[in-house]
């Protein structure tokens, strides 16, 4: 028996489309590349704390390749232990990825721990029909309600049109998108998809654009409808680090756009490039988090499990360098007040 959208928690469908702050969670690693299960909770509770409506476990930012070693349920059930701490129950979301059988059995997995959805990857479909994509993206939906996901096709994302999104928002178990093609033709096509199924009042609008986030949150979509369609909140490997400073962000991207508004777009743009190692076509980026993370006290080193990915040559001070031109988009104080709190079994 598959969940639907209608059976979550009371509220929660609610503050979905009111919009909030998900960080990409990273995976907290030892020396030896090995699980610390205590920093990865750590970091939930620091996500949860600093204002966060949901937590995104098993996507990128988690690193793929948790699946091969057997981490994936391990991951996902710690995170959902944080949750289970809370007063207020954040939204839950799984990454899900591969071909359709793969997604299906993800899907079920995050099911029986409590999630309540799951962010879509299409990256395996490469050359697929669009009837093929539809498929896949109905049987996941019939197992949990599903949050699309536009990946950049730079980093391994398949080139959708307006009519995939059109039909993708028809299906009924879709609750959200996350765009994230750092493209804003494309951008748009998903606009102009979930516009022409009718469904923008069931399908919430989020960014995933790590190049424009205040820009896409600020701007209103006039493209025709009865409303300005608007992108409510994020889904970011970004705000998995400064998050208590990402959550009063997207609060004050809630007001009308002023000079002082849009300025931050560039602000925030800026410190993405150097925490996702734009110069080395993001080869540093799950590292980029790791760095700030670490420096913050949250995780003991920036290892990932690739022993080939770390640090780009440069980054490192790149990002001591947008730290310190914009403090007012960090939130190293808050981290240290808390920290021990956090750290707890």
Request: charged share 20%; hydrophobic share 45%.
């Amino acid at each position: 028996m598959g969940l639907h959208w209608r059976d979550w928690p009371n509220g929660l469908a609610a503050r979905l489309h009111e919009g909030c702050a998900i960080p990409a969670h990273p995976l907290a690693l030892n020396a030896a590349r090995q699980l610390d299960p205590r920093r990865q909770k750590a970091l939930s509770r620091y996500y949860l704390a600093a204002g966060a409506g949901g937590l995104a476990v098993g996507v990128h930012t988690t690193q793929f390749a948790i699946r091969d070693i057997g981490l994936y349920e391990p991951v996902l059930r710690l995170a959902a232990e944080a949750a289970a701490e809370q007063p207020r129950t954040p939204l839950l979301v799984a990454g899900a990825i591969g071909r359709t059988e793969q997604a299906v059995r993800e899907a079920q997995q995050a099911r029986a721990l409590g999630y309540h959805a799951v962010l879509l990857s299409l990256a395996a479909w490469k050359g697929a029909s669009e009837d093929e994509m539809i498929a896949h993206c109905e049987a996941v939906a019939r197992e949990m309600p599903v949050f699309g996901f536009y990946l950049q096709p730079a980093v391994g994302g398949v080139p959708l049109p307006a009519s995939f999104w059109r039909r993708f928002a028809g299906i009924e178990n879709v609750v959200a998108i996350k765009m994230a093609p750092f493209n804003r033709y494309a951008t748009l096509d998903v606009l102009r998809g979930v516009l022409e199924a009718g469904a923008q009042d069931r399908v919430a609008l989020y960014t995933g654009n790590d190049d424009h986030i205040v820009g896409d949150l600020l701007t209103p979509f006039a493209l025709g409808g009865a409303k300005p369609l608007r992108i409510v909140g994020g889904l970011l490997g970004h705000w998995s680090v400064w998050t208590q400073a990402a959550v009063q962000l997207l609060e004050r991207c809630r007001a009308p756009a002023s000079p002082e508004l849009l300025a931050l777009d560039a602000q925030v743009t800026e410190m993405n490039a150097a925490i996702f190692d734009v110069a080395h076509d993001f080869h540093g980026c799950i590292a980029g988090c790791h760095e700030v993370l670490r420096r913050q006290g949250l995780l003991e080193g920036t290892w990932c499990l690739d022993p080939h990915e770390g640090l780009s040559p440069g980054q490192a001070e790149l990002i001591t360098a947008v730290a310190a031109r914009y403090p007012h988009l960090t939130d190293d104080g808050f981290v240290r007040d808390h920290l021990n709190d956090w750290l707890k079994a």
